[in-house]
């Protein structure tokens, strides 16, 4: 089984903190779908409340179309995984998986051959009778997501899973979570401010700010056509212009910024303060100036990430830019070189809102 | 010992290094010392101290076992200790919780206060508290009579009944704290996390808070036990002529009649029998002593 999840104007209020804004958004059965944002803009307080920890002080949850309000934590058909997995470390492997099955009553020889089937599926078969506490990390987060598959939820809520994992691990676990869910065809609800976690797994990815819904989108979208400043900057690397419409024809919009004039695509809804971006990969370095946008820029760094290269050079103004290029065997510019930064109109994108201030850690 | 020097100075160090010792072993081990070598000697008169007649036996431990009346006091103090305990278990757990889990922050120091105020008074007032509250004309019968609850007054002080609610009284908090830190040093998303495998309230305290605060429950026990069975202030004020407590027995023995060495012997008896028991218990709990040392 699979079900949808509706939030219908969504909100959350802690005293006079609003942590949730009018959240609207129609998950879709058997959809994998992210929360992505950086941390306190509300994300994990949508997964309490869909999971029933929370109250929604406006709006209403739905899922599989049924009001859930009223409905406590556990008569809902949903199972979370927590941020620190929250085992029970008392229980060994075995009795952890068929928590949900002794609740609802299954004797114990069909317990355990129940959790050892959900072992097999999460590919640690031997761990039946082993202790929490001699699992590794890896091994942890298979137990709870097979913890969680064991109550046969109709939508999964992962909170931050992979984020106590180290870089190799996250990967693998990304890559797995991605293949149970398409095998179980449960409807996963995950957050996570880590945008490489949202993009490669979701189907489609709600980027939040400061408890509001910025852009629900597949990842290609969230990408390439940003609606606003926040999304933009919040997903990926961005070289950004600050400035002022010049003249627009035909979607492209000429933009004025302390550096000179260039030409850019307007975004949705750009209006008010507007900035231009401009993704590092977008951008070449010539030694001759283009015929549309260029930039004279003079090359203050380069690192060499083995399959592509950074390049961070500084303009006129002394604004930093940066610009990626493939590793594909051409000369690499070295520190001090005089270049022009050229780049497609199509590729700058003009919008409006602010940035957001980047996690450090993220 | 360099670190303690290093830190407070020779003179503090060798200050509160001495009180301690001083307390340790002038006020506690040589006065056992000295108990449990007197248990083994004969009740003899000034003059045959010293003398043939002063000589190591099991003499006075084995007055116990051929005294089945206190054999009896010796067994009704074990029961009413361990159901005093259970009761302050039944009592402290959902305090406990409450304080740990549920009630607000700011709460719990108002409530921790209030809790720690009536351990201001002495012990011997609030027992005595108890004795006026509970005697057969005092505030108790008459609340209950006025609110229509009982139709006739009970006798609240005769049998055991008396002694156990001012044992409860007095030790209940030696329950609460170590509950209370077990149940507190529990990940709250480990009560949500069953919850949310679909648990009722019940059995998430039964698979998952109650194995998690086991330990702290058996030092609280342990401390209620030991307490309750070795205490002679409550069950003096507030037992009746039917409700013997056995430390009154070693009491009679020391002071009524001036038998120092019986009274040793049953004292220690008291003890010994007590670790057993308490022993034999956490066996059965399945409890550690380096669980309970955490």
């Known amino acids: 089984m699979t079900a949808g999840v509706d939030l219908d104007n969504v909100c959350a209020d802690f005293g006079t903190f609003r942590a949730v804004d009018r959240v609207n958004v129609n998950i879709q059965p058997g959809e994998f779908f992210s929360f992505l944002g950086p941390s306190g803009c509300g994300k994990t307080t949508i997964l309490r409340m869909i999971s029933g920890f929370t109250d929604p002080s406006e709006g209403m949850i739905r899922i599989g179309g049924k009001d859930m309000k009223g409905t406590r934590p556990n008569q809902r058909p949903t199972a979370l995984i927590f941020q620190n997995l929250a085992l029970f470390p008392l229980m060994p492997v075995w009795e952890n998986i068929a928590f949900g099955l002794e609740v609802r009553g299954m004797g114990k020889s069909a317990r355990r051959a129940k959790a050892e089937e959900l072992l097999r599926l999460v590919d640690l078969p031997d761990a039946a009778d082993k202790r929490i506490s001699q699992l590794s990390g890896g091994q942890k987060q298979r137990v709870a997501i097979a913890r969680a598959l064991a109550v046969e939820p109709d939508v999964m809520l992962l909170d931050e899973p992979l984020s106590a994992l180290d870089l190799k691990l996250r990967q693998h676990m990304r890559a797995e979570l991605r293949a149970i869910q398409k095998r179980t065809q449960v409807t996963f609800i995950y957050i996570t401010h880590d945008q490489g976690e949202a993009l490669a797994m979701s189907d489609r990815v709600g980027v939040m700010s400061h408890g509001k819904l910025q852009q629900v989108a597949t990842p290609r979208e969230i990408y390439d056509a940003p609606v606003n400043g926040f999304v933009a900057s919040f997903v990926g690397e961005n070289n950004v212009f600050t400035g002022e419409i010049a003249g627009t024809e035909g979607g492209i919009a000429a933009f004025r910024t302390p550096g000179g004039l260039f030409h850019g695509r307007m975004g949705p809804n750009a209006s008010g303060k507007l900035r231009m971006f401009l993704r590092p990969e977008h951008v070449k370095l010539l030694a001759e100036a283009g015929n549309g946008n260029s930039i004279p820029v003079e090359v203050t760094d380069v690192a060499f990430e083995g399959n592509f290269i950074s390049i961070q050079s500084r303009d006129a103004t002394g604004q930093m830019l940066i610009a990626e290029s493939r590793n594909d065997g051409t000369v690499i510019p070295a520190r001090g070189d005089k270049l022009h930064m050229v780049f497609d109109a199509q590729n700058a994108l003009i919008l409006s809102g602010d940035t957001a201030a980047k996690d450090v850690d993220a | 010992m360099k670190d303690l020097i290093n830190r407070y100075g020779t003179g503090l160090t060798v200050l509160f290094v001495g009180l301690t010792a001083f ?233 009524e009649s001036q038998d120092w060495n019986t009274g040793s012997a049953y004292a220690f008896l008291l003890l010994i029998l007590c670790t057993v028991f308490v022993s034999a218990v956490m066996g059965l709990f399945k409890v550690k002593l380096s669980d309970i040392a955490k």
């Open chain 2, 23 to 255: 307390w340790l072993i002038v006020l506690v081990i040589l006065p056992n010392i000295y108990l449990f070598e007197n248990s083994f000697r004969p009740y003899l008169p000034v003059v045959d101290m010293g003398g043939p007649k002063d000589f190591y036996s099991f003499d006075n431990y084995l007055k116990f076992f051929e005294s089945p009346i206190h054999i009896r006091v010796f067994f009704g103090t074990i029961l009413y200790s361990s159901i005093v305990t259970v009761i302050c278990f039944v009592i402290a757990y959902p305090v406990a919780y409450y304080l740990a889990k549920v009630a607000s922050l700011s709460m719990v120091p108002t409530i921790f206060l209030l809790l720690f105020i009536p351990m201001w008074v002495s012990e011997v007032l609030r027992s005595f508290a108890w004795f006026i509250i509970l005697s057969f004309n005092g505030p108790l019968n008459l609340t209950l009579l006025g609110l229509g609850v009982i139709e006739d007054k009970i006798r609240w002080m005769t049998g055991f009944r008396s002694v156990m609610i001012g044992l409860v009284y007095t030790y209940v908090l030696f329950m609460l704290f170590p509950v209370y830190n077990a149940v507190q040093s529990l990940d709250t998303n480990q009560i949500e996390a069953s919850e949310d495998l679909g648990a009722p309230w019940w059995r998430t305290h039964w698979r998952v808070i109650l194995p998690h605060c086991k330990p702290g429950i058996a030092s609280g026990s342990v401390m209620v036990f030991m307490l309750s069975a070795g205490s002679i202030l409550v069950p003096t004020l507030l037992a009746s002529t039917n409700s013997r407590w056995f430390t009154e027995i070693i009491q009679q023995w020391m002071f």
